[in-house]
């Protein structure tokens, strides 16, 4: 892409706004017809039955998660989820954002359907563990999202603060143990969506979601996690490609991280 054609994609307020807060959105960065076919792919991946190393729909379960389970890393296996993860669009404000070329760390796709419990405030470098640097979530609304049916909600300015040592979360609310408080005198925002819309934050910003409230809603959404090529190691989880497809293996960062819990695969909102 030309310095004009990303500028037209990602101008310099949104530049600034990730500088300042940790996040931007961009609107309409994919067209609602190619949101609707990212969504038949999932469902159709949904109605196959188990994937290798993700848990089986339960259709009788009463947790709604059960029901519809996530699916990480589909990228390996999906044809639409790897040439979306690798997408030339999020290739360019990536490449800005972060200055560097980007390396594709993890791909997974959310269905959230109606009654679903969201996950705790949190901060995606606790799981990703990428040193130097942090990572970069691209997070892409399939339909519209808001604070009903659990849409995200960032805390503007934490992506300048360290890794902060969890809390547990409330299991009522939350499907995930961690939970940040947010650092006195900081509150989160809502950051509401509409489908093609696309959401990037700083590895370090706290974010999370409440649960989905809504009795006919779901929430779908794709989220790729980004690293830059000057990354040096990175959570033993996560395996890195080039944004042309090609493996970039990356050493595993040593121990558990700065917590002594960081070992989880990130599953987050």
Known sequence: MTATDIDAILPGTLRQDFEEDGFTVVRGLFGRAETERLCATFEELHAAGPMPGHLAPRPCDPDPLRRYPRIMQPHEYSAPARQLLLDARLRAV????????????????????????????????????????????????????????????????????????????????????????????????????????????????????????????????????????????????????TMSGERVALPESEGAGPCGTEFAPHGPQ
């Not at 942090?134 to 609304?141: E, I, N, Y």
């Not at 547990?168 to 969506?193: I, K, Q």
């Open 94 to 241: 990536l490449e800005v954002l972060l200055g560097e070329e980007v390396l594709a760390a993890q791909s997974m796709f959310y269905f959230k359907p109606p009654g679903a419990r969201g996950q705790a405030l949190h901060q995606d470098n606790f799981y990703l563990r990428v040193e130097p640097g942090t990572c970069v979530a691209a997070w892409v609304a399939c339909e519209p999202i808001d604070r009903d049916n659990g849409g995200l909600e960032v805390v503007p300015g934490t992506h300048r603060m360290d890794l902060f040592c969890p809390e547990l979360a409330d299991e009522r609310l939350s499907f995930a143990r961690e939970y940040v408080p947010p650092p006195a005198g900081l509150t989160p925002v809502p950051v509401d969506l509409a489908p093609g819309d696309a959401l990037f934050f700083n590895g370090s910003l706290v974010h999370g979601s409440g649960p989905n409230r809504t009795a006919d809603r779901f929430r779908r959404s794709f989220i790729g996690h980004y690293v830059g090529r000057s990354a040096e190691r990175i959570g033993g989880y996560y395996r890195t490609l």
